[in-house]
């Protein structure tokens, strides 16, 4: 075995193990984020937010899609007109220069929604990546301060919340967890009578797409 990569084997048992090279032990705890995140009380307030913009978009959509339906109804009434054979031909013509107008009108409509569609849901995205980045930054800087209090080595997110950014493969009941009084400290300061979120926020439904 190559000298070099024994020295690296050595370095990560001896990591795992709880010490570091100088042999002195290390202090090692563990946070559950998602819990953490799910828990801080601005998290609801949050998401109540995000709702609340996603049933704003919901609705403009819905308005357009109304008028959309409505076309199609208006077509189909026109398509009676003139394939009935027993009208006077003039009337019938005039029912089909209306029918291909509307026609053209319905299906520039129908891109507009769409493109409203792919808009809306881009900026509810963005806009619950943007609140969950700032929640998870504001829960870091609480676990940064309580773990140079502390005094501790190594502290691992054990939800696996990808913007933490953390992982961690084992835990006993030895490895102290600072969950609880990370949400403590973060709810601390909670407007008087607010609740703790329960769960993660849920993903806004995007509206569907008109038909043809």
Sequence with gaps: MKPGLLIALSTLLLTLTGTDVSGQELKIAVVDMQEALNQYYKTEIQVKQINELADEKRKNLDERQAAYQQM???MSELDVVYRDTSLAEA???EAMEK???LFEERNAKGKEISDAQRKASAEVMTARQEMEATLVAEIKATVDAIVEAQGLDLVFDKSFLPKANKAIL???SNVKDLT???VKTL???APAGSAPAASPAPAAAAPA???N
């Design 72 to 74: 199609t109804t208006q």
């Design 180 to 182: 609880e009084e990370i």
């Design 209 to 211: 797409a008109p038909g």
């Design 187 to 189: 709810n601390a300061g």
């Design 91 to 93: 009337k019938r013509k």
């Design 99 to 101: 029918l291909q107008a």
């Design 170 to 172: 084992y835990t006993s």
